[in-house]
């Protein structure tokens, strides 16, 4: 059973998952940690990306508006209560709520799937431009101010109730991969639902899944809101993983990023797009140090080879590859248990004659 | 052996435009009716089924399931009425295999333990079991076509509405669907759309004619068969 196999992967992604998180923090460097708390964040955008569009069929083009978002609520509230307690809280929520609303337009006013790309990506332009413009003392949420251009300086994670004790550097890459591990976990059992099932058929089938009686626009309500929640917990330890928060988390680079995560780490997959975004983020990182190409023009580059040659993605090929190496050892195997047979039957013959 | 009108259309238009594809039709379905809505290409029988189905807001007025006014619906709304839908073009879930499609729908109505066991049964009741694990995408349109039906059944609709089952089957296959058809309708209401007469006089029923979005005619297939204005319009005789 395909059940089966894919649990046994799941427990095994996680336990992968968990051995890095003992272990990175003693051997890397303490840069490295930091940067891999931000790797961790965009990887967790990227898991929310790949449930709603990989698993949903949404394409949503303004994904880090609910990052950014979550990022953004995280760092005012916990400027305003003094404390990450309950700005943890506030984040997720402000991300699925702002989810919804918009989710709560498109879906209920049946907008088509080119649109939905469209106002997505609008949406989080115009937040771009918004929060640039918000320079000056006259922009100020509570005791924060917005900081226009150059955004705010995110307070770091404290314990739970405990404003006073901050988590150190790597304390928060604990906290950021046990975050990610159980965001995969939850979208691991969230798709194997009923209704995560009903969400992949109408990714499938919208006019089917409604003639069985499911009511598409809640169910696809429902999963944009939650993907929306993800994308604002990634958005918290992207905020602690930089230091701040800027108008440049809302740009068309970052949108577009997001989705070449996905094309690249394969939709249809939770793992895939996951390591699509460690993948890149470190590609661009090395590219940036390298100073050598414009970095646009490469993963421009990757995008098109993708789409031409792999169109699948990453893990699905390299999955089928496999399972096709399988098959022909299996049949090279079946073939040479048979010749061997044929082989004795014949020197039986020969015995006999 | 007329109970209860369960479908009832009161004046029914669909205009495009200035084509009145579904003109001022009054419709009545009885209950455990099997009844065949059959006409010439662009008679309005497509039409006609949309509207009743919700794929479709009809121009002006009312399509009555039951107690429930459905005009305008949303098609899930239609569905939750109990009434199981077939499409003219096969509609299933391409990417998912067999079983997950008729699991769909047998869990939209019953819980896990139930939907499992029904979902087993109909796939053996439809012959399906053999392919239960491909992928919907690869069959070939006959079987398509059977995996829909299977989803139809599996949900034990009370009303089933049947767009052209038997386009494109093989003569065996359509023999199958009738059989399937006339078994269907041991328990449930049904309406089939169908241009296939053969296929009409396998599942014997009561029949409505269209034409030009209106009815023609509604009576058995003999009678429709010796009736001379069926013959003219199907035919064409119009100008001798």
Known sequence: MTWGRENRWRVAVVLIGLAFTLFAPGVLQLFTIINLTTAIALAILALSLALIWGYGGILCFGQTAFFGIGAYAYTIAAINFGGSTWAVLVAVLAAAAFAAIIGYFVFYGRVSDVYMAVITLTVTLILYNLLRRTSGPEYKIGSALLGGFNGITSPPLNLPWAPYSMLFP?????????????????????????????????????????????????YKLA????????????????????????????NLYSSAL?????????????????????????????????????????????????????PRGLLPTLVRWWDAGRDRRAMQRRELKLRRRRGTRAAEATHEG | ?????????????????????????????????????????????????????????????????????????????????????KTQVPSVFDGLSVEENVWLSARKWHNAARAKSLTRDTLERLQLGDIRGLQVGLLAHGQRQWVELGMVVAAEPWLVLLDEPAAGMTHEE???????????????????????????????????????????????????????????????????
């Open chain 1, 258 to 310: 997001a989705i070449i995560w996905v094309i690249v780490g394969g939709r249809g997959t939770l793992v895939g797009p996951v390591l699509g975004s460690f993948a890149l983020f470190y590609l661009i990182g090395w590219l940036g140090t390298q100073n050598t190409v414009n970095i646009n023009l490469v993963l421009g580059i990757i995008l098109i080879i993708f789409v031409l040659v792999v």
């Open chain 2, 174 to 240: 359509t023999e199958r669907t009738a059989e399937l058809i006339r078994e269907i309708n041991r328990t449930a209401t049904m309406i089939v759309v169908e241009h296939d007469m053969q296929f009409i006089r396998m599942i014997s029923s009561r029949v409505t004619v269209f034409h030009e979005g209106q009815i023609l005619i509604e009576d058995t297939m003999d009678v429709i068969t010796a009736d001379p204005r069926v013959r003219e319009v199907y035919l064409g005789h119009r100008h001798p």
């Open chain 2, 1 to 85: 052996m007329r109970g209860e009108i369960v479908v009832e259309t009161r004046n029914l238009s669909m205009h495009f435009g200035g084509v009145k594809a579904v003109d001022r039709v009054n419709f009545n379905l009885w209950e455990n009716e099997l009844r065949c809505l059959i006409g010439p290409n662009g008679a309005g029988k497509s039409t006609f089924f949309k509207c009743l189905t919700g794929q479709l807001t009809p121009t002006a007025g009312d399509v009555v399931i039951r107690d429930f006014t459905a005009t305008g619906r949303q098609p899930h709304e239609v569905a939750r009425l109990g009434v199981g839908i």
């Open chain 1, 170 to 218: 790597q304390h928060v890459f604990y906290v950021a991969m046990i975050a990610l591990i159980a965001a995969y976990v939850f979208s691991a059992w969230l798709v194997q639902t009923h209704f995560g099932r009903v969400s992949v058929a109408v990714r499938e089938n919208e006019l089917r899944a409604e003639l069985l009686g499911y009511d598409i626009r809640f």
């Open chain 1, 223 to 250: 999963l944009f809101t939650i993907g929306g929640a993800l994308a604002g917990l990634g958005g918290i330890f992207f905020a602690n993983g930089v230091g701040r928060v800027t108008p440049d988390m809302f």
